[in-house]
Nanobody, 128 residues
Framework: VQLQASGGGSVQSGGSLKLSCAASGFTLRFYATAWFRQAPGKEREGVAC????????AYADSVKGRFAISRDLVENTVYLKMNNLKSEDTAIYSC??????????????????????WGQGTQVTVSS
């Protein structure tokens, strides 16, 4: 049972990347899934979330309009398309699930009250 994040890399400011979060051993259908990021010396920030039912999405204020989260239940994978990347988007990006199935925004960021599964991170580096 695991989550596998991939797709990170190095891009110039204004560029795009698409991250993948593949689940194995369980189905994402019953979980809300979110992307979190952490930059050196900064707190972890939840940036995007998709609910278990109805595929409702939520975004942190810092990425709204630039990032898009989606999921493919056949592939059992959640994606994060990141456009117009900025240097401040540089961080390690990880994905996590919450069986409660909902996305909560507090103080402009995504919050999970529990983490059922947590995937290892993938590095995103944006150079100006």
């Amino acid at each position: 049972v695991q989550l596998q994040a991939s797709g990170g890399g190095s891009v110039q400011s204004g560029g795009s990347l698409k991250l993948s979060c593949a689940a194995s051993g369980f189905t994402l259908r019953f979980y809300a899934t979110a992307w979190f990021r952490q930059a050196p010396g900064k707190e972890r920030e939840g940036v995007a979330c998709i609910t278990s039912r109805e595929n409702k999405t939520a975004y942190a204020d810092s990425v709204k309009g630039r990032f898009a989260i989606s999921r493919d239940l056949v592939e059992n994978t959640v994606y994060l398309k990141m456009n117009n990347l900025k240097s401040e988007d540089t961080a390690i990006y990880s994905c996590a699930t919450d069986v409660q199935g909902v996305c909560v925004i507090r103080n402009g960021t995504i919050k999970f009250d529990r983490f059922d599964y947590w995937g290892q991170g993938t590095q995103v580096t944006v150079s100006s």
